[in-house]
């Protein structure tokens, strides 16, 4: 995360001190840098440039309008899962032309929008849901583009939590029944298999789990003689959370897609999220009590899980830093955490941490994905405030939810 550094001992997100932000903007709230997200699309495009692929943000990852809005007038299109995303996708402007949607549970309802909004891609997850896109596009009238997303059963060596290429995955058809379904496709006439995909997971640090993937799917379509209008290669770049993770260099895998798309004669698709958008955030939080525990101090802050869930979710880490730094340090242990009424509702322990005291400010960092999409109202919390920063102007692009409304809504 570039624009995020300090200037002298005050962190600054672009050109604006944080601490000034913080006398106008109650906490808890997502702050964003706008150039960090343009930044991180423009150079994944130009990665890829010489296969000149579709990239569908992920939407999931972070569906807040106003940030969709600057990737779609950017060029990306969106991959949804829900119908609800879908709507965001199009009212943030982006074109119908370039929305993917993925999901294993998609309903009549949400698959109806999709086909009226004549998207680029359904990509079916079963034999029943391609069925079914059938048989509403039959009523309609109308021959659909489809998909299918395949399990092709790879490792992406990522959490338990966020892998979805494996045989035991819940996502996509197994090899096997595709080639099955293959056989009787035709028998169902108001739907063209266009393309194939498949996403293996997140937060994929190497690119061993790729190159897999490429070759499972080079070998099927040869195998299977298809011919492809897109091959949709998903998402899941990881991205350095710590500080010190090695993240995967691109370009190597950049020649082999470019390749494998020559070959093929398809175009390429990619929904990365996370790798957009996970750097470009932080949530703001405020020191509300220190307590003392056994054997370490106990920082509570205003922001908690309903916030901000990765940690309890996944386990995530991310690192925790001051908005204004000082040299003398906290002796022994301390661990960040929230109000909400769950043990889990935590944020990281850390030892020898420089003094802080109550009513100061700290940042959760790389909190851009799956930050504020994952948010819930549990123990009845109002959404917080999003926040985006250019330079040196401020905008809310999300307000604080109003309690009174959530209580009688
Ligand atoms: C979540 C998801 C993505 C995005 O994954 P990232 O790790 O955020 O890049 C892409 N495609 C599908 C189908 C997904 O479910």
């Not at 109202?377 to 959530?406: C, D, F, G, H, S």
Request: charged residues 25%.
């Amino acid at each position: 995360m570039q624009n995020l550094r300090y200037v002298g001992k005050n962190l600054f997100l672009e050109k604006l001190s944080i601490v000034n932000i913080l006398k106008k903007c109650k906490t808890p709230f997502y702050l964003y840098s706008e150039n960090q997200i343009i930044h991180n699309y423009l150079k994944f495009t130009k990665t890829f440039k010489k296969t000149n692929p579709i990239v569908c943000f992920a939407a999931k990852s972070n569906s807040n309008v106003a940030i969709l809005k600057i990737l779609g007038k950017l060029g990306a299109g969106a991959d949804v899962v829900s119908g609800g995303e879908l709507l965001k996708a199009l009212k943030a402007g982006i074109k119908s032309n370039k929305i993917v949607f993925s999901g294993v549970g998609k309903t009549e309802e949400e698959l109806k929008i999709a086909i009226n909004k004549k998207i680029l891609l359904i990509n079916c997850e079963s034999e029943s849901e391609a069925i079914l896109v059938d048989k509403i596009a039959k009523k309609l009238r109308k021959k659909i583009s489809i998909g299918f997303r395949l399990n092709p059963n790879v490792d992406a060596k990522t959490h338990k939590k966020i892998s979805t290429g494996k045989a035991e995955n819940k996502f996509g058809l197994s090899i096997r029944n595709f080639k099955s379904f293959l056989k009787d496709i035709s028998t169902y006439k108001n739907i063209r298999l266009d393309a194939l995909s498949v996403h293996i997971g997140s937060q994929i640090l190497t690119d061993a789990p790729y190159k897999k993937t490429l070759s499972v799917m080079y070998k099927l379509i040869k195998q299977l003689n298809l011919k492809l209008k897109f091959v949709d290669l998903g998402g899941g770049f990881g991205i350095n959370y710590s500080g010190k993770e090695k993240i995967i260099n691109l370009n190597k895998y950049s020649n082999l897609v470019n390749s494998f798309s020559k070959k093929l004669k398809c175009g390429i698709i990619f929904e990365p999220g996370r790798s957009i958008v996970g750097d470009t955030g932080v949530l703001l939080s405020k020191i509300q009590y220190i307590k003392k525990g056994s054997n370490k101090s106990f920082i509570i802050l205003d922001a908690g899980m309903n916030d901000f869930m990765r940690p309890a979710l996944y386990d995530a880490k991310h690192k925790i830093i001051p908005v204004s730094k000082v040299k003398s340090k906290i002796e022994g242990l301390i661990e960040f955490v929230g109000p909400i009424c769950e043990s889990t509702c935590k944020f990281g322990t850390y030892k020898n941490y420089q003094k802080i005291k109550e009513n100061e400010y700290i940042a959760i960092t790389n909190v851009g994905a799956y930050g504020s999409s994952l948010s819930s109202n549990y123990n009845t919390r109002p959404l917080i405030a999003e926040i985006l920063v250019n330079k040196n102007k401020l905008k809310y692009i999300r307000k604080k939810q109003n309690l009174l409304k959530l209580i009688n809504s």
